[in-house]
């Protein structure tokens, strides 16, 4: 498993409208079979400050599956107006220093 991590700065304005359009874009990820989760989360302390995580099941699946895929471009269709607020998007593996809280 491979997960990916988007930082984006949102103005306050946009802040309603990217929710929503990210919820629209979640629906092609979910049509995705290498998307194996996301979130996206706001920060507390900056509340222009977004975080969207996506687990994916390879590298290979991401980046060759998915983005040649139609729910690509659907998806990128729904976020295209935020490219530019991206701040960071890097993919990281897990270790195996970690705990799932149930």
Aim: net charge negative; proline share 4%; hydrophobic share 35%.
């Amino acid at each position: 498993m491979i997960v990916e991590y988007i930082r984006y700065k949102i103005p306050a304005a946009r802040a309603g409208e990217f929710e929503r359009d990210y919820a629209d874009a979640g629906r092609s990820l979910d049509a995705s079979p290498h998307c194996l989760g996301y979130e996206l989360t706001q920060c507390t302390e900056a509340p222009e400050s977004y975080v969207l995580r996506i687990e994916w099941d390879s590298i290979e699946g991401h980046l060759q599956g998915f983005r040649s895929s139609a729910a690509f471009r659907e998806f990128f269709a729904a976020i295209k107006p935020y490219v530019e607020m991206i701040e960071e998007m890097r993919h990281y593996r897990a270790t195996t220093v970690q705990r799932t809280l149930r």
